[in-house]
């Protein structure tokens, strides 16, 4: 897959080749400017439907080409999660339960079915106690917990996020990558963009890297947070991993470099009884 934007001289994307798995947490990383937001986008249908330009190759999901799939079809098998849920959150509902209800109601679902899954959901996520209060008043946190859940209660098996943390502090983003990992738990595909590259190592199956539109690096997240190319690919190291790296270039044989806390604890552990 390429593309280049209508007012663009260069491509955002070129030759980008990716397969997803059904269940797969997927991490898209790379340096501002890298195409994240537009493989997203891309991925979506938003491209080129909306987002004019150039494009040449195919988006399969189940086999079947996107471009030839109506939007309102396609929303049913993505749910898509914005940077800012201040956009997400639609302002024509008063309170969280209508907000969550909103997109379940333009699909034309039954009155008591909406019901039972906006209750389930709300649970899900533990946000039962703002069930009545206005989206517009709540926190960046609480916000884009509603956004998880008005796309959750649609209940889609793929979920596009881009960028869910950036606007949070540590408790909200805590509290965002507990609702992802439950999404995994629950079986959905996932692709993440994220920054916190602590949090991708501990929770994504697959990392990707993209470096001014070119897909870089593709592996486990051992493979691709352990492999000194990274470092020239504008991408930062979680801190475990980096501190691996050096120790290994001090001359110390490192058996192999950790990406986690868990997986630094273990081998300093083996260490210490070796």
Not at 195 to 218: N, Q, R
Not at 254 to 265: D, N, P
């Amino acid at each position: 897959m390429s593309f280049t934007y209508a007012t663009a001289k260069d491509s955002s994307v070129r030759d980008i080749d990716l397969t997803i798995e059904q269940g797969e947490l997927c991490a898209l990383v790379g340096a501002n400017g890298s195409g994240k937001t537009t493989v997203c986008n891309i991925i979506r249908g938003f491209i080129p439907r909306f987002h004019t330009g150039e494009m040449s190759g195919q988006v399969l999901i189940n086999g079947e080409d996107i471009k030839e799939t109506n939007l309102g079809l396609l929303a049913l098998q993505i749910g898509f999660v914005f940077q800012n849920p201040f956009v997400q959150i639609s302002g024509s509902k008063d309170t969280v339960f209508e907000e969550v209800a909103f997109g379940l109601e333009n699909l034309g679902v039954d009155v008591d079915i909406i019901r039972s899954r906006v209750e389930e959901t709300l649970e899900l996520i533990g946000i039962q106690h703002l069930r009545d209060s206005n989206p517009f008043d709540l926190s960046g946190g609480q916000k884009q917990r509603v956004a998880f859940a008005s796309i959750l209660a649609m209940d889609p098996p793929i979920f596009v996020i881009d960028e869910p943390t950036s606007q949070l502090d540590p408790q909200g983003t805590e509290d965002i990558f507990e609702i992802i990992k439950l999404l995994k738990n629950n079986g959905k595909t996932i692709l993440l963009v994220e920054h916190k590259m602590e949090l991708i190592a501990e929770y994504a199956d697959h990392v990707v890297v993209l470096d001014d539109g070119a897909l870089v690096m593709s592996g486990t997240t051992s493979e691709v947070f352990g492999s000194p190319e990274l470092a020239t690919h504008r991408v930062a190291y979680p801190q475990y991993a980096e501190a691996a790296l050096g120790v290994r270039e001090s001359g110390v044989p490192l058996a192999r470099i950790a990406v986690t806390r868990e997986e630094a604890l273990a081998d300093l552990t083996e260490a210490m009884h070796s």
